[in-house]
């Protein structure tokens, strides 16, 4: 059984950093693409980074630059360096693998993990 687990959110002023972890568990194919989506109180679940097997990442217009996603393949995990942050990515970021970044939304999911930013 595949289980993916968030955890390094929490509460931080506008302008600061945070570093979110995801550790995967379970049968899970190295080739899988990773991401994080997050989602605002009353909002619809969006994306917000994916990784590739190759280590190719791709960003939603409104973190490019500030967020960076990376993986340890070796070590099953993917994290989300959150800079510059602002009071509008706060919300519940979940982790994501499937089989294709532009469909991974049928992938295995995590439970979450609360980003809050204070203005």
């Known amino acids: 059984q595949v289980q993916l687990a968030e955890s390094g959110g929490g509460s931080v002023q506008a302008g600061g950093s945070l570093r979110l972890s995801c550790v995967v568990s379970g049968y899970i194919r190295n080739n899988y693409c990773m991401g994080w989506f997050r989602q605002a109180p009353g909002k619809e679940r969006v994306g917000v980074a994916t990784?590739?097997?190759?280590?190719?990442?791709a960003y939603a217009a409104s973190v490019k630059g500030r967020f960076t996603i990376s993986r340890d393949k070796a070590n099953g995990t993917v994290y989300l360096q959150m800079n510059s942050l602002k009071p509008e990515d706060s919300g519940m970021y979940y982790c994501?693998?499937?089989?294709?970044?532009?469909?991974?939304?049928?992938?295995?999911w995590g439970q979450g993990t609360q980003v809050a930013v204070t203005s």
């Open positions: 990784i590739d097997s190759d280590g190719r990442p």
């Open positions: 994501v693998a499937g089989p294709y970044c532009d469909d991974i939304r049928r992938g295995y």
